[in-house]
């Protein structure tokens, strides 16, 4: 079966699972075209950053973290994430993510 191309993607869910699954080949392209210096930064954040310090592209850093869920509550995550086809923890943080900025607007207004 061929490789599947962004711009076949028929559903939210199969974009979303191409981008988790060729994290590593966008960042090889990303190298390559600040390499080039084709690389262009626009307002919001696609999860790579170019580090001032080194001038290179990297991911993100991130940081393993333990927290009590109500059953529940991650049962209706792999539910809602499974509808998306996408991993119930991807899910749970992309959801505290929109949640966090959601915040952080409601206090730059205050």
Do not use: C
């Not at 998306?84 to 993510?97: F, P, R």
């Amino acid at each position: 079966m061929p490789k599947k191309k962004l711009g076949e993607m028929r559903t939210e869910a199969e974009e979303a699972r191409w981008f988790e699954e060729n994290q590593g080949r966008l960042l090889k392209l990303f190298e390559r075209a600040e390499k080039e210096g084709a690389l262009r930064v626009g307002g919001k954040s696609v999860g790579i950053t170019l580090s001032k310090k080194t001038e290179t592209v990297q991911k993100p850093p991130s940081q393993k973290v333990m927290l009590r869920i109500r059953t529940d509550d991650v049962d209706r995550a792999r539910r809602l994430a499974a509808g998306k086809g996408i991993g119930y923890q991807t899910y749970i943080k992309m959801l505290l993510h929109a949640g966090l900025d959601r915040e952080e607007k409601v206090r730059r207004r205050v």
